[in-house]
């Protein structure tokens, strides 16, 4: 990874987020104003609709929350690995190099 990886997980979390709401808006239904006595029935249904939204987002940004820390801790093992590979590279004994100083015979 060349170091940019923060700015690509915020541009693919700020996608995923615009996406979400883009979702939640979509499922909101167009109130109209009317004046009979059905105003009530449909207040209530849309007081439970606003928490069926409110439940969704939360659930989107969990799933987003828990996705980001999978992905995180794998980016950590991978940096540490390839770390723990340069060092054995670095200590290893290079026998030509030994001999080519005469310091082995």
């Known amino acids: 990874m060349t170091g940019d990886g923060s700015g690509r997980s915020a541009r693919l979390l700020l996608l995923l ?3 979400s709401l883009n979702l939640i808006t979509g499922l909101s239904e167009n109130p109209s ?3 009979d006595s059905t105003t009530a029935s449909n207040h209530s249904s849309s007081g439970h609709k606003t928490g069926l939204k409110v439940l969704l987002a939360c659930v989107g940004v969990a799933i987003l929350l828990v996705l980001s820390f999978f992905l995180f801790k794998m980016w950590q093992k991978r940096k540490r690995e390839e770390q723990h590979a340069r060092l054995l590279k670095l200590f290893e004994e290079d026998n030509e190099l030994e ?3 005469g310091l082995r015979d």
């Open 99 to 101: 001999v080519e100083l």
């Open 33 to 35: 104003p009317s004046k």
């Open 17 to 19: 987020l615009s996406v």
